[in-house]
């Protein structure tokens, strides 16, 4: 039988030796009491800390901080000496990771990396994929977020936090109308490169000049990735020239 023994101002759980052996419990670790209700307590083994105290606060930083202050260089000069080690210790584990939002920058980021397991398909989505057109595939694997100014020419922002930096990092390019933007009626931000806006727009608007189309089909009709072709649209909705009829469904103003 188990009871509590008060010594000083602490409560220690006192086990008979038998009872202690049966429980399988050690001494090196630490357990958590859960109250399950109607006299019943949980005992929980505290799992092992994964990360250190300075490795902790690194993560919190490279979740909340600004991005202008998680700049290569300047980023450390936040940091104290353990910090510094603990960035390091981050990086080499892969929690941790470098990341140039352009070629155009010398510098790279701190971000967190990005989840593996996110990125990788059930093998009957696979199977599935690989039975379509080459083209809708690719398209079905690609997250509105994994696009990149560097490999798309465009990105689709979820986070309105993220869509503000980027409008920090790129403003001298948005001033002068090489890069446009804007929020679309599903909440998500789209930032396009005018010359591949400029490539395709004329495209899109003779395209739809018969009849209203949703961006998938338009998609197929121009051979463009339907976000892309999204992107476009939204740019043009923002000029006046389309208007969504419903949702992704884009018609020209007459």
Do not use: W
């Amino acid at each position: 039988m188990a009871r509590f023994q008060k010594i000083a101002d602490k409560y220690n759980l006192a086990l008979s030796e038998a009872e202690f052996a049966k429980l399988q419990l050690s001494l090196e670790k630490e357990y958590d009491f859960v109250n399950a209700g109607k006299g019943s307590y949980i005992m929980n083994e505290k799992q092992a800390q994964e990360y250190s105290a300075a490795e902790q606060r690194i993560i919190e930083m490279l979740k909340y901080k600004p991005l202008a202050q998680r700049v290569e260089g300047k980023f450390e000069e936040m940091l104290k000496a353990d910090e510094v080690d603990a960035l390091l210790s981050l990086l080499k584990k892969g929690i941790a990771e470098k990341y140039k939002l352009s070629d155009k920058y010398k510098y790279a980021i701190y971000r967190l990396a990005e989840k593996q397991a996110e990125n990788k398909q059930s093998a009957p989505q696979e199977i599935a994929q690989a039975k379509q057109p080459a083209r809708q595939a690719e398209q079905q694997e690609r997250a509105v977020d994994s696009y990149t100014f560097r490999k798309d020419g465009f990105m689709v922002v979820k986070n309105e936090n993220l869509a503000r930096e980027l409008s920090d990092q790129y403003y001298d390019l948005i001033k002068a109308g090489k890069m446009q933007g804007t929020r679309g009626f599903d909440g998500l931000f789209y930032i396009v490169y005018s010359d591949l806006y400029n490539k395709h727009s004329g495209k899109v608007l003779a395209a739809l000049k018969s009849a209203a189309c949703n961006t998938d089909e338009l998609a197929e009709k121009l051979k463009i990735d339907k976000n892309l072709a999204k992107a476009v649209c939204e740019l043009l909705r923002e000029k006046g020239d389309l208007m969504e009829k419903r949702k992704n469904v884009y018609c020209i103003v007459e």
